[in-house]
């Protein structure tokens, strides 16, 4: 099945600051990518996705781009808000669902 | 459009204990998955219906966890008897077609449970 890892685990940024997760996929038939976040006491939530005939993809302060040559994608987030402070998960996907690894765990400093 | 809710949100059981998790997906939607979520983990699949059939519940360890779909609507999941192990947050999602072609899920709050 396909593997994805994901980087860094924890990322520490200054409020107003940008972020940026990366995931590293092996599947080059992978044609679909979504990030999910996931806030404490709640379920993880969509927040945008991108096909692979499309390289970026933004919706206000966040964005997606998508390397299909390198085979990785990343998200970033603008200016950054306490809000944020979550954590993002890059999850595989296969016939069985989704398919989560730990994520990354993004904290917003005041 | 109300999404996906489950309870109990909270429940605390000695181990050897039975427990059981309700969940009701968005109206419409025929796939539900119930996930396990240890502390600090991603979600992990626990088993996946589509209507009211099983998809695949190759996760689930079935001497001690069951689920159904009756109708095709609401699922729960069962865990009989109850292990320290077992203490996690239990989500329940569905979407409107499988998650493998793309299909956005849409999870509920969870049932966070704690096995003493």
């Known amino acids: ?110 | 459009e109300a999404g996906v809710a489950q309870s109990p949100r909270y429940k605390i059981i000695e181990k050897r204990q039975s427990v059981a998790f309700w969940c009701n997906p968005i109206s419409g939607h025929a796939t539900l998955y119930w996930y396990q979520q240890i502390l600090g983990q991603g979600p992990k699949l626990l088993i996946q219906f589509q209507n009211n059939g099983v998809v695949d519940d190759s996760q689930l360890p079935k001497d001690r966890f069951s689920a159904e779909r009756l109708k095709g609507v609401d699922s729960t999941l069962k865990i009989q008897p109850a292990k320290l192990e077992d203490s996690a947050v239990y989500l329940c999602a569905s979407s409107l077609e499988l998650a493998g072609v793309g299909g956005e899920l849409f999870f509920g709050e969870g049932s966070r449970l704690t096995v003493l």
């Open chain 1, 1 to 110: 099945g396909e593997n994805v890892e994901q980087h860094p685990s924890t990322l520490s940024v200054q409020e107003g600051d940008s972020a940026v997760i990366k995931c590293t996929y092996s599947d080059s038939a992978s044609n679909y990518f979504p990030w999910y976040k996931q806030e404490l006491g709640k379920g993880p939530q969509l927040i945008i996705d991108i096909r692979s005939n499309v390289g970026e993809k933004k919706d206000q302060r966040i964005a997606v781009t998508l390397n299909k040559t390198a085979k990785h994608f990343s998200l970033h987030i603008t200016e950054t808000q306490p809000e944020d402070s979550a954590v993002y998960f890059c999850p595989t996907i296969g016939a069985d669902g989704l398919t989560f690894g730990k994520g990354t765990h993004l904290i917003i400093q005041p």
